[in-house]
């Protein structure tokens, strides 16, 4: 089983809709949990970070982590034709590490 | 707002000559970082750097590479004797207060072993 599986899609929606992407991981000693954003030639961007499990929201994107379920998702509401990107979900073990386990990357295209 | 600059955007370089990626992370960040994307995999970490010396590194950082901060300002990764099996888009990355925070790409250095 691969350590962070992502579903590396093309997903297409229409502008206005509701982002899901998902990452599952096999590391239950995972704790720190980030979303990072990635356009075409640049590097990857943080988006969030969170410890732990729970959610946590900023503007139109909110993370979740359920850690029982070792899933973690990331919401992006009334997306928008700017936020066409490829989506990394990043892990890592330890505060004292960084090593961050990246996912295969999800890349998204909001239509006008 | 303040950003990871790394040179050259993209190097050509022969099998088995030596390569030298330049990065100057933010100024105030003291942890650094060397990432690599071969084309179509995930991102994967090479190595950490912290208070002069590699913190952490992982397999695929083997003797053929090297990492240096020369000055104030500059970090480097160096690459002797490149193989085909190293082209790929190398990311440096820095952080401010630790490991634990997220951090700061640069736009990355493609690299093309030919």
């Known amino acids: 089983q691969k350590e962070v599986e992502q579903d590396p899609g093309p997903l297409s929606v229409p502008e206005g809709a509701i982002v899901s992407l998902n990452c599952t991981y096999s590391?239950?000693?995972?704790?720190?949990f980030m979303w990072y954003r990635q356009y075409s030639r640049k590097g990857p961007e943080l988006l969030m970070y969170?410890?732990?499990?729970g959610n946590k929201e900023d503007g139109r994107f909110t993370a979740q982590v359920d850690k029982s379920s070792k899933y973690i998702s990331l919401f992006i509401r009334d997306s928008q034709p700017s936020d066409s990107a490829t989506y990394l979900c990043?892990?890592?073990?330890?505060?004292?590490?960084?090593?961050?386990?990246f996912g295969q990357g999800t890349t998204l295209q909001v239509k006008p | 707002e303040p950003e990871v600059t790394q040179t050259p955007s993209h190097q050509v370089t022969q099998m088995g000559q030596e390569v030298i990626l330049r990065c100057v992370p933010i100024?105030?960040?003291?942890?650094f970082y060397w990432y690599r994307q071969i084309l179509g995999q995930k991102v994967e970490f090479l190595v950490s750097?912290?208070?002069?010396?590699?913190?952490?590194k992982s397999e695929i950082f083997d003797d053929q590479f090297s990492v240096e901060r020369p000055d104030g300002s500059n970090f480097t990764l160096k690459i002797r004797s490149t193989k085909l099996e190293d082209s790929a888009m190398y990311f440096c990355?820095?952080?401010?207060?630790?490991?634990?925070?997220?951090?700061?790409f640069g736009s990355g250095t493609r690299l093309t072993v030919v």
């Open positions: 990355a820095s952080s401010e207060s630790g490991f634990a925070y997220g951090y700061t």
């Open positions: 590391n239950s000693a995972f704790q720190y």
């Open positions: 969170t410890y732990s499990s």
């Open positions: 990043a892990m890592k073990s330890s505060s004292n590490t960084g090593k961050l386990i």
């Open positions: 100024s105030n960040h003291l942890y």
């Open positions: 750097f912290y208070n002069n010396e590699i913190s952490e």
